[in-house]
């Protein structure tokens, strides 16, 4: 089981980047997913999650209206669309992937990570 995250670099503020995560090892569209963020010295932070079928979002109150995520259940990949991106965005972004069908910002829920992607966004 493996979650493939990619999309990550460097931007300036008020850029935009999307990233990608694929799942292959399961069944994806039976997975609840989510994208978390860790800055340097600091915890994990929830950011957006989704539902199995993509209809239901959350999202974290410091990304709502600037970040869109969504999911191409036919492709196994979900994507995080980021747009207006500040410095604080700035983190080593982790997609997470869980068996549902809670798909809140509890890292409990989630049982498979990906290896983390890097975006940084300079000021």
């Known amino acids: 089981v493996q979650l493939q995250a990619s999309g990550g670099g460097l931007v300036q503020a008020g850029g935009s980047l999307r990233l990608s995560c694929a799942l292959s090892?399961?069944?994806?569209?039976?997975?609840?997913m989510a994208w978390f963020r860790q800055a340097p010295g600091k915890a994990r932070d929830f950011v957006a999650s989704i539902s199995r079928s993509g209809v239901s979002t959350n999202y974290a109150d410091s990304v709502k209206g600037r970040f869109t995520i969504s999911r191409d259940n036919a492709e196994n990949t979900v994507y995080l669309q980021m747009n207006s991106l500040k410095p604080e965005d700035t983190a080593v972004y982790y997609c997470?992937?869980?068996?549902?069908?809670?798909?809140?910002?509890?890292?409990?829920?989630?049982?498979?990570w990906g290896q983390g992607t890097q975006v940084t966004v300079s000021s």
């Open positions: 997470a992937a869980g068996p549902g069908p809670l798909f809140r910002a509890r890292p409990e829920l989630y049982d498979v």
């Open positions: 090892g399961r069944t994806f569209s039976t997975h609840v």
